[in-house]
Every structure is written in structure tokens, then in C-alpha cells.
């Protein structure tokens, strides 16, 4: 396996693990929930453009291309882009927020975000980004 192949498998396999961490988080943390499942949606993202031989340095530039190179370009409708922002701006909210957190309702609206685009991520190439990591890379636990 090559350098490349290993480290895209590593970012798949901590979207799809980062986004179990949100739906268990969920009942006891709203911010960490929305946070998880900004992640996994960053994670899934990064793994799809590493595949591509495009990497960012900063979480604007994954924006950015999330709409440059998928959505304005058909490969990603518009709704998935507006995901990933929103999923942004509410891990800003988790994260910074002194006086504002996400509720509940908004962390599980992100983690529906989170999974809508880890499908997109798996359907563009389902032998790379299988959506049980875990069984895939023989893991327990």
C-alpha cells in the first residue's frame, strides 16, 4: 500500500469513526455532537480531494473546494455544499460559543448533515471509502 493509499484510508477511517463518536455523544453533549460531526464531514472531504492529489492547509480552503471542485462543478448538488457550511458554522458555535452552544435538535441535524455527505463521499468511489471502515480494515472494537 502506498504512502498516498495509507493515509486517505486513514482519513476514511476517522470519518467514519469520528461520526459514531457524534451519535454517542449526542445524548450527554450537543457541542462535542456538533463538533464530531463537523469532523467526520472534514474527514471524509479531505480523504476524497487526498484521493485527488489535493490537500489544504486550513478548514476555509476544504470549503471552498467543497463548492469550487464539487458542487459548482455537478458533481455535488448544491444541498450537500450547504451541508458542509452549515456543519461549519454550527462546530464554530460548539466550539467558540461563550453564551450560545448547539442544542440538541441542531447537533442531530449535523450528524444527518455529517452521514449525507459520508454517503456522497462513499458513492464517488465505494471500493475506496467503504462505509464499514472498520470491518474493512479487519479492526475490532
Do not use: C
Amino acid at each position: 500500500m502506498s504512502m498516498d493509499r495509507e493515509y486517505i484510508d486513514s482519513l476514511w477511517q476517522r470519518a467514519v469513526f469520528t461520526l459514531g463518536s457524534a451519535k454517542i455523544n449526542l445524548i450527554r453533549d450537543s457541542d462535542l455532537a456538533a463538533n464530531r460531526a463537523y469532523y467526520a464531514a472534514f474527514y471524509a472531504v479531505s480523504a476524497l480531494f487526498a484521493g485527488e492529489n489535493r490537500f489544504f492547509k486550513k478548514h476555509s480552503g476544504v470549503r471552498s473546494a467543497v463548492y469550487a471542485e464539487l458542487v459548482h462543478t455537478g458533481r455535488w448538488k448544491k444541498e450537500l455544499g450547504d451541508d458542509y457550511r452549515n456543519l461549519m458554522e454550527l462546530r464554530e458555535v460548539a466550539d467558540y460559543g461563550v453564551l450560545q452552544h448547539a442544542t440538541k435538535e441542531e447537533a442531530q441535524e449535523a450528524i444527518d448533515r455529517s452521514e449525507r455527505i459520508l454517503i456522497a463521499v462513499h458513492e464517488a468511489q465505494p471500493d475506496i471509502f467503504p462505509l464499514d471502515a472498520q470491518a474493512e480494515h479487519g479492526k475490532s472494537g
